[in-house]
């Protein structure tokens, strides 16, 4: 199994950025996709993005195309989201999620972590 933690959440104002960081434990992720969900009030939970082992593919939700990136690092088992140009609609808790098979970016997500509070003041 693996664990992961998320950090890097809090309040900003619209137009700031944040960056989301995901740490994981107990397996390496190096060879699987990852991706950041986010579930706002009220709202079922949706993909933000998502990327391949490697990092060469990536996959963003239509609403943060252009203004947030993913990334990850393999050697630190980290993967991050960094988010610009943040919106009040943005405001949600962001989970970071891990596969247990890696099917690239068609993926399903069996871990997940305990998510961070990302609150966008207008």
């Known amino acids: 199994q693996v664990q992961l933690v998320e950090s890097g959440g809090g309040l900003v104002q619209a137009g700031g950025s944040l960056r989301l960081s995901c740490a994981a434990s107990g397996r390496t992720i190096s060879t699987y996709a990852m991706a950041w969900f986010r579930q706002a009030p009220g709202k079922e939970r949706e993909l933000v993005a998502a990327i391949s082992w490697s990092g060469g593919n990536t996959n963003y939700a239509n609403s943060v195309k252009g203004r947030f990136t993913i990334s990850r690092d393999n050697a630190k088992n980290t993967v991050y989201l960094q988010m610009n140009g943040l919106k009040p609609e943005d405001t949600a808790v962001y989970y970071c999620?891990?596969?247990?098979?890696?099917?690239?970016?068609?993926?399903?997500?069996?871990?997940w972590g305990q998510g961070t509070q990302v609150t966008v003041s207008s």
């Open positions: 999620a891990a596969p247990e098979r890696d099917y690239g970016l068609l993926s399903e997500y069996e871990y």
